[in-house]
């Protein structure tokens, strides 16, 4: 934590009521202290805007009614969205010198921001999120958001500094979004002089890494809702890969990616595998032209969530209008009276006027804002193989047949990250300092670039009155979508089987796969309807005897399909597995289908990444709880091993996606653990040439599994390139299955 003291107001006790006890953030334009206040002996956090200590007296006293005017927008937001970090009270204190600053208290938050969030992840090489997960952890900042648009209000520094997490952030969390209003008045404060500026060049009122084409050239437009559309877009797909979505050690190239028509920062331009239409929904968003993007967050949102196949959220639609709140909507005009016409200050920052708060869009031209119609519509599920050493217990032969930490600045063009600290208060507006050379030739640049990205293709035909073209196809309920995409299918590693070399390169068009194993409640389904043969409750195997069926045959997961319905079906064999595939319309998955929707372009190990599977958080396999159900059911030709020294919860088979840390870069449950699972090739040796949609071979004498089973000991057999090749007639209470589709 930051221990120096810029203000000397450690000590003092500021309002009569808050005691300041320490620094916890300090930047070129704010610092934040924890305080107590003594009345209710509470913690808070009072962020000091000290960037008015130089100004001339008449200019700071505007800039202090400005920045209580923001606090009071703010104040009114956080009341009604818990998401926005919620502001307590708002003032001005005398500074060493005798010259009044503006004070906010604000809630006191002990967690981390999302920057932390992503540096601590990626240092421990946990996988980037799914979609769904992005999504998840985004949306209570994407419902501030929307709040904030829909009266009118933009943020303009939307960054993963400004998102906080209170909680475990791939479990339960709550977010807070930080630093509403800030970054209009650390605008105003550059308008109007003071020695900050004089001394540091050009000064931006937002981060970089995060900056819309707008906010580095004002060729592009004002900012308003669409500036924080793109931010937060761009931090989706951050999410998604792990990668800064701009790339550049200084302000041009910064701004140069965010500008260059040709190359857009979403998920596939970095790797990621994201269906078809999550990849428009996000291109869109991060176009070049603001007024071919979503006019605001809830436009996003809700395109989002249907490219995800889901339901719009509700939380957008009952954000109320700010017709209906007339005196936020006064406040907002009184707020920007001081700062020139309606619609955009002089610096070219949105800010808007009631006359631009009426639902539907409104055109203001090429400096102004348009609103955000009606939410635009984009149209575009988990489960365990045999025990110990038996059939696909024991490892096959070599053949295969067995309140912020930092302050959120940046202090460089570069892309900012903040610290490690627990305890943290409120983010510091994002500011950038740079020297008047460099940002003199940034603005020689934009204007140059002005007219290239006006060809941008995209743009083009967003802002064209030519007809939408036809959604991309969907996959059915209870599948995701696999784009079509290349990878190097198999290992090169000597240490793996020699059945998984060499590794070679399959292009693979586009399919659908189940989300979870198909579940025992599935498959009784399609048996009641007389379209499946009834699932096994037996065991079959070469050489099984009567002390192998008393063990493993109560293990058939049908024999009691009410309490056990979530759970994988399993004791198929390959044509019941086959069958039921076709009864529903689908399909077994070939072996590079299986591989390439398991673990992605990215060549990772497992299915969340590199890291082993030794904590019992990513997967079903053989822990202390089954470790535990071998000694009380012994096999004594196939003792149990454990493949991690923790109890996963489970010790046999799992209801279906109870691993979601697990889950492959698309968002497939239990693809590794709970069951082996059927896939619709004949085994054969691997070629080294490239190919395109493999089936396999046309004839042969063994089927392939893959993935791998809850009764695993050995981490190699829930590696996505590991294959297992066995008779198709085996049923085994460790196989199941899991359906595909072609699109």
Known sequence: MTSADPLSLVGTTVSEKYEIERVVGEGGFAVVYRARHTVWNRPVAIKVFRAL?????????????????????????????????????????????????????????????????????????????????????????????????????????????????????????????????????????????????????????????????????????????????????????????????????????????????????????????????????????????????????GELWDALRAALAMEPSRAFATIESSRSNPQLTALVASSSAPYGSPGADPAGQALFHDSLLTPGPVNVGATGPMMPAEGARVTAQPTMPAAGGGPLGAPPSASGTAGLGAPGLAPAPARPRGGAAALVAVGVAGVLVLAGLVGAGLWAFSRRGGSAVATDPVASSASSGAPAPPPPPTCPEGMTKIPGGKFFMGSDDRRDEESERPAHQVTLSAYCMDTTEVTVAQYKACSDRGECKRAPTENDWEGIDDAAHELYDPLCTIRDPEALARHPINCLDWELADAFCKAVGKRLPTEAEWEFATRGSDGRKYPWGDEPPTSGAFLNACGKECVAWGKKHPDPDNPLEAMYAVDDGFPTTAPAGSFPDGGSPFGLQDVVGNVWEWVGDWYAPYGAEPTTDPAGPATGTERVLRGGAWNGSDPSWVRPTYRFKSDPKLRSHGIGVRCAKAL
């Open 53 to 297: 200590v130089d100004l001339p007296h008449e200019r700071r006293r505007d800039l202090v009614d400005s920045f209580i005017q923001e606090g009071r927008l703010l104040a009114d937001l956080s009341e009604r969205s818990a998401a926005i970090c919620q502001a307590r009270d708002v003032g001005t204190l005398t500074a060493p010198g005798g010259r009044e600053i503006p004070y906010m208290v604000l809630e006191w938050l002990e967690g981390r921001s999302l920057e932390q969030v992503l540096e601590a992840e990626k240092a421990a090489r946990m996988p980037p999120r799914t979609p769904e997960q992005a999504l998840r952890i985004l949306e209570p900042a994407a419902e501030a958001l929307e709040l904030a648009h829909r009266k009118g209000i933009a943020h303009r520094d939307v960054k993963p500094a400004n998102i906080f997490i209170l909680g475990e952030p791939r479990g339960d969390f709550t977010v807070k979004l930080l630093d509403f209003g800030i970054a209009k008045v650390v605008q105003d404060a550059q308008r109007l002089g003071g020695s900050f500026a004089q001394t540091q060049g050009v000064v931006s009122s937002f981060t970089p890494a995060y900056g819309a084409p707008e906010q580095f050239s004002r060729s592009h437009g004002s900012t308003g809702p669409w500036t924080d559309v793109f931010a937060l877009a761009l931090i989706f797909t951050e999410l998604m890969t792990h990668e800064p979505p701009l790339r550049g050690d200084d302000l041009t190239q910064l701004a140069f990616m965010s500008m260059d028509p040709r190359r857009r920062p979403t998920p596939r331009t970095y790797g990621a595998n994201v269906s078809d239409a999550v990849e428009a929904v996000l291109r869109r968003a991060l176009a070049v032209a603001p007024d071919d993007r979503f006019r605001s967050m």
